[in-house]
């Protein structure tokens, strides 16, 4: 065992090692072996950044595309040539159209479009659409339904989607949904990479982050809807290695204008006239 004697001195049969050497040697060992892992580890590779800025402009206002879905497909439009051709040619019916199809009553559809909604479940179910001037139809007798089987008024109110029928409740949405898997399956397919995706926020601004530096293609797939009309973008974004700070500096902004700097293929058609 070895130990320090009373002058500082370490005790070893073949002789006297100052403390404070000894305190070095070790500390310099530290700091080799620190050197050493440190040189061993693979360092992380540099991603990159979008910040995602949605907008339109509708007559002589512009206005942004809060809550809309956009999605980061490997390789550039060239490269995806013959799935822009797929996508351009998925045809969808609009919102209104498919409710009208289904029977919705104006009230339904005036709430649907005044926020926006794919949808029942995107917004509370507030006490004036189940009673009184303003309330809808099909709100109301799902809400008569369920405070039968519930008997509190609240909680009726709360469940009452649970009482709507299923193509009313969310048939849109999830008809969406199969197209865009299937166009997302497609786009997969094609490039070998999987589809990033994110959500414009209420400003129309989304930030998509930890890409590897490639070329992408931008789209939001299917058309989204504005008030006037139905915009489709296919655009092309070169992703370099770069932190959030120079992304918020740079955003890459999409627009039904034309911009020369932004490649982009902007489709934009009139809403239907419903049958």
């Known amino acids: 065992m070895i130990r320090l004697n009373r002058s500082g001195y370490l005790a070893k049969p073949n002789g006297k090692i100052p403390r404070r050497l000894f305190c070095a040697s070790w500390f310099a060992w530290l700091l080799i072996a620190c050197a050493f892992a440190a040189h061993t580890q693979t360092p992380a590779p540099a991603r990159g950044v979008i910040r995602l800025k949605v907008r339109y402009k509708s007559a002589e206002v512009i206005k942004e595309l809060p809550r809309k879905r956009f999605f980061l497909i490997n390789g550039s439009l060239d490269d995806n040539k013959s799935l822009a051709e797929i996508i351009k040619q998925t045809a969808f019916e609009s919102r209104e159209c498919y409710y009208r199809s289904k029977g919705a009553t104006e009230q339904l559809i005036k709430w649907l479009d005044d926020n926006d ?6 917004r509370a179910i507030e006490e004036r659409y189940v009673s009184g001037a303003e309330a809808v139809p099909e709100f109301k007798n ?134």
């Open 117 to 122: 909604c794919e949808s029942i479940y995107c």
């Open 142 to 275: 799902a809400y008569d339904q369920a405070l039968k089987e519930l008997k509190t008024p609240d909680l009726a109110r709360r469940w009452l989607t649970n009482y709507l029928p299923a193509e009313i409740r969310d048939g849109y949405y999830q008809a969406r949904k199969r197209t865009i898997d299937k166009l997302i399956a497609q786009a997969e397919k094609l490039s070998g990479k999987p589809v990033m995706s994110i959500m414009t926020d209420r400003k129309g601004t989304a930030y998509l982050t930890n890409i590897e530096p490639a070329t992408y293609t931008i789209s939001n797939l299917i058309p989204s809807e504005t008030e006037k009309s139905r915009i489709l973008w296919l655009c092309e974004r070169e992703v370099k290695a770069a932190d959030l700070a120079i992304a918020m500096r740079r955003p890459f902004i999409l627009s039904n204008e034309k911009d020369p700097k932004v490649k982009c293929e902007v489709i934009e058609r009139p809403l239907p006239v419903c049958k």
